[in-house]
């Protein structure tokens, strides 16, 4: 077979002539294709753009497969030609500060490389021109470490090359070029005389790297930002899809300095750094949609911790479906939030998506013919629909006392944040019993536990059976990436393990994850919700009362028709939306 690998150009420089030449040798397009690129771009001055950018503009299919030659492709064909592996610049696995120090910006920039991954005896350069070798020896001399050659997209390296660059000078200028500091709230500080002034929370500086800190999670989709005080440093931390993922590390001073701006900007007492604290901020995302975050700080060991729960508005428009509630889950629900009095709880542990759940219901709940009001702590989303109080416990705002003066607003439905107490659990009670839909959460491990929890808090077993029309527990599952996931033969073990002590049918085939660029190599994007919904019936309302035995309850739940978190999970798996792995990751232990 002839050998279809084009020749190395004369030059070191590609030209598009050079990769059109390069494209026919190689079979991926025609002549007249090649031509009609280079006959589109003569005269025109594109020399700020590669000339792969500029064949991937045109849009061509590869006479191979059939696909189209996007930038990515003409990457690793590039690379191919070149026998350089091919790689994907992920920002989420570049280590910043150590990149920059490898070489000067004005250096990497005059060739066009970055450094992507640094090791004890090899660093590894990425760049988009694979013949040109004239800076190798300079760099080797002075790094004194072997230099590993690949080729990245040309987008990714012109702009990573600004972004981390730019970082890491606003770190090194806002931290004044000094190594660790003293930290004031770290527990074991040292005395250290002389040191120059810290950061100011509004340095240039400082503010460069939370417009570039906010930014960049928006991008890589986090649901919350971690900023965590560590011994000398300041690690930030990205949730994505439900796992944390490293992301950088600042000296201490600039992360105190990052976390005292953000506290500017959610409008909290900067000075007082020994209490907790909450507050929000709106912001727009890249695509110029409002997103609020919200703030809570928290004193630690090594200074002061802030989360930021970052909440997109267009959640609130996702439907039912959307939000993973099967056709059955969704009839079962509506039926219960249609009612119109009666309390209605979600029950399930911190993020999994029961705010989410109770905002998106309420929003189609929502009429010019309903009074919607929700005691909240603190409010998450700010909803025009809602009428949304906060509670304030500094004036004795509590979500009692909330509910006390909501009922006095002449509202339709009630929304109380979390029933923590029993002065709440008996507000809502009251609220249900004079007429009111009342909607809240509670932290339990299933739906079933919820009554039990109800009775420990101290609520008669006679008002939980005249209030109380249903329980929801839910979860959240990663899904697996529609792009790159790949049939896989089904683990029948695992699968009765996951719908134990049912006999669901197994499914013919199930999928794994792959990863691919689209997901960042994960095999996952997104999450959806697997639910558990109890609707209490007169069978089972008549079980509650002070001897109430949890299991006799689950089991009467179960013949009723709820389907367990757990088997909710295993219709994703069969549907091809999630792995056996993932289900069982996240959800308790059936029983029956």
Same mark, same amino acid.
């Given at each position: 077979?002839?050998?279809?690998?084009?020749?190395?150009?004369?030059?070191?420089?590609?030209?598009?002539?050079?990769?059109?030449?390069?494209?026919?040798?190689?079979?991926?397009?025609?002549?007249?294709?090649?031509?009609?690129?280079?006959?589109?771009?003569?005269?025109?001055?594109?020399?700020?753009?590669?000339?792969?950018?500029?064949?991937?503009?045109?849009?061509?299919?590869?006479?191979?497969?059939?696909?189209?030659?996007?930038? &990515?492709?003409?990457?690793?064909?590039?690379?191919?030609?070149?026998?350089?592996?091919?790689?994907?610049?992920?920002?989420?696995?570049?280590?910043?500060?150590?990149?920059?120090?490898?070489?000067?910006?004005?250096?990497?920039?005059?060739?066009?490389?970055?450094?992507?991954?640094?090791?004890?005896?090899?660093?590894?350069?990425?760049?988009?021109?694979?013949?040109?070798?004239?800076?190798?020896?300079?760099?080797?001399?002075?790094?004194?470490?072997?230099?590993?050659?690949?080729?990245?997209?040309?987008?990714?390296?012109?702009?990573?090359?600004?972004?981390?660059?730019?970082?890491?000078?606003?770190?090194?200028?806002?931290?004044?070029?000094?190594?660790?500091?003293?930290?004031?709230?770290?527990?074991?500080?040292?005395? &250290?005389?002389?040191?120059? &002034?810290?950061?100011?929370?509004?340095?240039?500086?400082?503010?460069?790297?939370?417009?570039?800190?906010?930014?960049?999670?928006?991008?890589?989709?986090?649901?919350?930002?971690?900023?965590?005080?560590?011994?000398?440093?300041?690690?930030?931390?990205?949730?994505?899809?439900?796992?944390?993922?490293?992301?950088?590390?600042?000296?201490?001073?600039?992360?105190?300095?990052?976390?005292?701006?953000?506290?500017?900007?959610?409008?909290?007492?900067?000075?007082?750094?020994?209490?907790?604290?909450?507050?929000?901020?709106?912001?727009?995302?890249?695509?110029?949609?409002?997103?609020?975050?919200?703030?809570?700080?928290?004193?630690?060991?090594?200074?002061?911790?802030?989360?930021?729960?970052?909440?997109?508005?267009?959640?609130?428009?996702?439907?039912?479906?959307?939000?993973?509630?099967?056709?059955?889950?969704? @009839?079962?629900?509506? @039926?219960?939030?249609?009612?119109?009095?009666?309390?209605?709880?979600?029950?399930?542990?911190?993020?999994?998506?029961?705010?989410?759940?109770?905002?998106?219901?309420?929003?189609?709940?929502?009429?010019?013919?309903?009074?919607?009001?929700?005691?909240?702590?603190?409010?998450?989303?700010?909803?025009?629909?809602?009428?949304?109080?906060?509670?304030?416990?500094?004036?004795?705002?509590?979500?009692?006392?909330?509910?006390?003066?909501?009922?006095?607003?002449?509202?339709?439905?009630?929304?109380?944040? &979390?029933?923590?107490?029993?002065?709440?659990?008996?507000?809502?009670?009251?609220?249900?019993?004079?007429?009111?839909?009342?909607?809240?959460?509670?932290?339990?491990?299933?739906?079933?536990?919820?009554?039990?929890?109800?009775?420990?808090?101290?609520?008669?077993?006679?008002?939980?059976?005249?209030?109380?029309?249903?329980?929801?527990?839910?979860?959240?599952?990663?899904?697996?990436?529609?792009?790159?996931?790949?049939?896989?033969?089904?683990?029948?073990?695992?699968?009765?393990?996951?719908?134990?002590?049912?006999?669901?049918?197994?499914?013919?085939?199930?999928?794994?994850?792959?990863?691919?660029?689209?997901?960042?190599?994960?095999?996952?994007?997104?999450?959806?919700?697997?639910?558990?919904?109890?609707?209490?019936?007169?069978?089972?309302?008549?079980?509650?009362?002070?001897?109430?035995?949890?299991?006799?309850?689950?089991?009467?739940?179960?013949?009723?028709?709820?389907?367990?978190?757990?088997?909710?999970?295993?219709?994703?798996?069969?549907?091809?939306?999630?792995?056996?792995?993932?289900?069982?990751?996240?959800?308790?232990?059936?029983?029956?």
């Amino acid at each position: 077979m002839a050998d279809l690998r084009p020749r190395v150009p004369h030059r070191s420089t590609l030209t598009l002539r050079d990769i059109c030449t390069a494209l026919i040798t190689s079979g991926e397009v025609s002549q007249d294709e090649a031509e009609r690129v280079l006959s589109a771009n003569l005269g025109s001055d594109n020399s700020d753009r590669h000339p792969l950018e500029l064949v991937a503009i045109a849009g061509l299919r590869s006479e191979k497969n059939g696909q189209t030659l996007t930038l &990515e492709r003409l990457t690793q064909w590039l690379g191919n030609w070149a026998d350089q592996p091919y790689f994907h610049i992920d920002p989420l696995k570049i280590d910043t500060p150590a990149i920059a120090r490898v070489m000067s910006y004005g250096f990497a920039q005059r060739h066009g490389i970055l450094a992507v991954e640094i090791g004890a005896n090899e660093v590894t350069i990425a760049s988009a021109e694979p013949f040109k070798e004239d800076w190798i020896a300079n760099l080797r001399h002075v790094l004194q470490k072997d230099i590993r050659r690949v080729v990245a997209n040309p987008e990714d390296i012109r702009r990573y090359t600004v972004e981390f660059y730019q970082l890491a000078n606003s770190v090194s200028k806002a931290n004044g070029g000094q190594g660790p500091v003293g930290n004031t709230q770290n527990f074991e500080q040292l005395l &250290e005389l002389g040191n120059k &002034e810290n950061p100011d929370a509004n340095d240039q500086h400082v503010v460069k790297i939370v417009d570039w800190l906010l930014q960049y999670a928006f991008e890589q989709r986090a649901s919350d930002i971690h900023i965590e005080p560590r011994r000398g440093v300041t690690q930030i931390r990205f949730r994505i899809d439900g796992v944390l993922h490293h992301v950088y590390e600042f000296p201490d001073q600039v992360g105190i300095a990052v976390t005292s701006r953000l506290k500017i900007l959610g409008r909290l007492n900067v000075a007082e750094k020994r209490r907790p604290q909450d507050g929000r901020i709106k912001t727009r995302n890249p695509d110029n949609n409002e997103i609020e975050l919200r703030l809570a700080t928290m004193p630690t060991a090594f200074g002061e911790k802030m989360v930021l729960r970052i909440f997109d508005p267009d959640v609130l428009l996702q439907t039912m479906e959307q939000l993973g509630f099967s056709r059955e889950d969704r @009839e079962r629900w509506q @039926e219960m939030t249609h009612r119109p009095h009666g309390i209605v709880l979600v029950t399930g542990p911190t993020g999994s998506g029961k705010t989410t759940t109770l905002y998106s219901s309420l929003k189609q709940l929502a009429s010019p013919e309903v009074n919607i009001c929700t005691i909240e702590d603190p409010i998450e989303m700010v909803e025009p629909a809602f009428n949304q109080m906060q509670v304030q416990t500094n004036i004795d705002l509590t979500f009692a006392a909330g509910v006390r003066s909501l009922l006095r607003q002449d509202p339709d439905i009630i929304m109380i944040g &979390e029933i923590r107490d029993l002065e709440t659990a008996e507000m809502a009670v009251q609220a249900a019993l004079t007429g009111h839909l009342v909607l809240s959460t509670l932290h339990t491990n299933d739906a079933p536990s919820a009554i039990t929890r109800l009775l420990e808090l101290g609520i008669p077993p006679y008002l939980i059976r005249a209030t109380v029309l249903g329980v929801m527990a839910q979860r959240l599952v990663r899904t697996l990436c529609p792009h790159c996931k790949s049939a896989a033969p089904l683990d029948e073990r695992a699968w009765a393990g996951l719908t134990r002590p049912w006999k669901a049918t197994p499914p013919s085939q199930t999928f794994e994850p792959v990863g691919c660029l689209e997901c960042r190599n994960t095999g996952y994007m997104g999450r959806a919700g697997v639910y558990e919904i109890m609707t209490l019936s007169n069978r089972l309302t008549n079980q509650i009362d002070d001897r109430c035995e949890l299991e006799q309850l689950r089991r009467d739940a179960y013949r009723e028709g709820m389907k367990s978190l757990r088997l909710s999970g295993a219709q994703k798996v069969a549907a091809g939306q999630t792995t056996i792995a993932e289900v069982l990751r996240v959800t308790p232990e059936s029983q029956r």
